[in-house]
């Protein structure tokens, strides 16, 4: 079955520092893995998204994500943090259907300090 | 566009009431979605169509009935409303095939009580 794990539920970074949201999967065949920001009271939007192409996959506003198979990892990064990044981070793995579900870990709540 | 609209964006319910929960979307999107929020639990897939007069269960579909009359609509109906449906509902929308971004409404915040 197809799964992913988000390790922390509560980030915190000063502003200018490295972000790093880890996501670890589990699939029977090569996954599609994507990251969605969610901002308050909003709907949720892609950041990025794997689908077997490179394995450094740049996003939206300067986040970039690396998949690896041997760690069957796929964490999302950012050089420096802006106050802007305070945010809920949700990466997801579609099923093996045609239908594009998508199976969600629980979320990463990045807060940025000044 | 307006990309995926929901409607209403706040509700309030007493149990045993029933309602149904709008979506609609103006991209001519085949595939339809829709997801339950609950704290520290991501999102869960409650419904999902393929297109129109095609529908099918996600992970949690107790509770929960759709339709799909038109490719734009996506309408959720929950009977009898019990509080473990309080929730913040989302419904998304995508292009065929696994892989594709889906893009999500803004939500309903439901409360039963």
């Known amino acids: 079955a197809q799964s992913v794990t988000q390790l922390g539920s509560h980030v915190s970074v000063s502003e200018g520092a490295l972000v790093l949201l880890r996501c670890n999967y589990s699939?029977?065949?090569?996954?599609?893995l994507f990251w969605y920001v969610q901002y308050p009271n909003q709907g949720l939007q892609l950041l990025l998204k794997?689908?077997?192409?490179?394995?450094l996959v740049k996003g939206i506003n300067g986040f970039e994500a690396e998949f690896k198979k041997s760690e069957t990892s796929f964490h999302l990064t950012k050089p420096s943090a802006h106050m802007s990044d305070a945010a809920e981070y949700f990466c997801?793995?579609?099923?093996?259907?045609?239908?594009?579900?998508?199976?969600f870990g629980t979320g990463t709540r990045l807060t940025v300090i000044p | 566009n307006a990309g995926v609209t929901q409607t209403p964006k706040f509700r309030i319910l007493k149990i045993g009431q029933s309602m149904t929960l709008q979506c609609t979307q103006d991209?001519?999107?085949?595939?339809m979605y829709w997801y339950r929020q609950d704290p520290g639990m991501g999102l869960k897939l409650i419904y999902y169509?393929?297109?129109?007069?095609?529908?099918d269960k996600g992970e949690v579909p107790n509770g929960y009935n759709v339709s799909r009359s038109t490719t734009e609509d996506f309408p959720l109906r929950l009977e009898l409303a019990a509080p473990s449906q309080t929730s913040v509902y989302f419904c998304?929308?995508?292009?065929?095939?696994?892989?594709?971004?889906?893009?999500f409404g803004p939500g309903t915040r439901l409360t039963v009580l």
């Open positions: 998304a929308s995508s292009y065929p095939g696994r892989g594709n971004e889906q893009f």
């Open positions: 699939s029977s065949v090569p996954p599609y």
């Open positions: 794997y689908t077997s192409a490179a394995t």
């Open positions: 997801a793995v579609s099923d093996l259907t045609g239908a594009n579900n998508l199976f």
């Open positions: 991209m001519n999107h085949n595939y």
């Open positions: 169509s393929v297109g129109a007069g095609i529908t």
